[in-house]
């Protein structure tokens, strides 16, 4: 048997209080059932197909799961959860703008859609929307410097939540920095 890296793509997607998406609004996480990780609640996603973008997977996943088209979409993260057990990539695509209401197209593999707080998330997470989402949960670090606290190590180069890592083997891709203006496109984490 031949081992294989696996790549999921899962859409994060978030909206505000009004409906409409926003960036720092509620995520979209629905309950699994019948397949792997049964019980536990998860973003939107699936596997990357053979000769897809990460984006055009993204996009995909979303309509067939929810119904939800997705406008406009920006890589935000890369992680790899658990590579001793199971080398499966989980690559985090922000949603930033999408069109249509969410519903339940996969009634055999998801039992309900819900928006949550980020800081309110529901257990169990789904192990690779828990490496996800971990990259958008803040943490106390110091722009700039290596930081360690007793939930967090990072090293972060941006003045944005989103540059502290607290899952292992972290990598971010960022569209715009913060300061210092040298500041690294990419940011691997310990």
Do not use: K
Not at 92 to 116: I, K, M, N, T
Not at 130 to 142: E, G, I, K, Q
Request: proline residues 8%; glycine residues 8%.
């Amino acid at each position: 048997m031949t081992a294989h890296v696996r790549v999921g793509v899962q859409a994060i997607v978030r909206r505000d209080g009004e409906g409409r998406a926003s960036a720092a609004g509620d995520i979209l996480l629905g309950l699994r059932t019948n397949c792997f990780g049964a019980g536990s609640w998860g973003l939107p996603g699936g596997h990357l197909e053979l000769g897809e973008t990460l984006q055009e997977a993204a996009r995909r996943e979303l309509a067939e799961e929810t119904g939800i088209h997705a406008l406009d979409l920006r890589v935000a993260c890369v992680t790899d959860p658990d590579p001793a057990a199971n080398h499966h990539m989980q690559v985090g695509v922000e949603v930033l703008d999408y069109a249509g209401a969410v519903s339940v197209r996969e009634p055999d593999r998801c039992l309900r859609w819900q928006f949550w707080p980020l800081d309110r998330l529901p257990e169990p997470l789904f192990v690779g929307s828990r490496s996800v989402l971990s990259v958008l949960t803040p943490c106390s670090c110091t722009t700039g410097r290596r930081t360690a606290s007793s939930s967090a190590r990072a090293a972060v180069p941006c003045a944005s939540p989103r540059a502290c890592r607290t899952a292992p083997r972290c990598w971010s891709v960022p569209t715009v920095c913060g300061t210092p203006p040298d500041c690294p496109r990419n940011t691997c984490c310990p």
